[in-house]
């Protein structure tokens, strides 16, 4: 069992960076790939990013390669996510998740179903 708790949401400007936080605790931390997911007003929880247990793996939505990092502290047992150049687009609550099967295709790193654990998600608003 994982329990995962983000943090560092706010309200900032378009433009803006902002860094969110994923704890974990409970078993060990790098035994799961690591996902970051959007979820808008009315909207379907989307993939943002993901990462490899080893932290040496990426996956990217691109809607926000070039202006999000994924990254992970394995000895913190902490995933990070960072926001930069920020959009209203970007408005939406942010949730990270772990697996434990670990991920060989990039693209198996977007499907929600293969998330074992979930955190309770944390509001970004972007405002212009």
């Known amino acids: 069992q994982v329990q995962l708790v983000e943090a560092g949401g706010g309200l900032v400007q378009a433009g803006d960076s902002l860094r969110l936080s994923c704890a974990a605790s409970?078993?060990?931390?790098?035994?799961?790939?690591m996902g970051w997911f959007r979820q808008a007003p009315g909207k379907e929880r989307e993939f943002v990013a993901g990462?490899?247990?080893?932290?040496?793996?990426?996956a990217y939505a691109d809607s926000v390669k070039g202006r999000f990092t994924i990254s992970r502290d394995n000895a913190k047992n902490t995933v990070y996510l960072q926001m930069g150049n920020l959009e209203r687009e970007d408005t939406a609550v942010y949730f990270c998740?772990?697996?434990?099967?670990?991920?060989?295709?990039?693209?198996?790193?977007?499907?929600?179903?293969?998330?074992?654990?979930w955190g309770q998600g944390t509001q970004v608003t972007v405002s212009s």
């Open positions: 998740a772990a697996k434990s099967t670990l991920t060989t295709v990039v693209d198996a790193y977007r499907q929600i179903d293969s998330y074992d654990y």
């Open positions: 409970g078993r060990t931390f790098s035994i799961y790939d």
């Open positions: 990462i490899r247990r080893s932290g040496r793996t990426f």
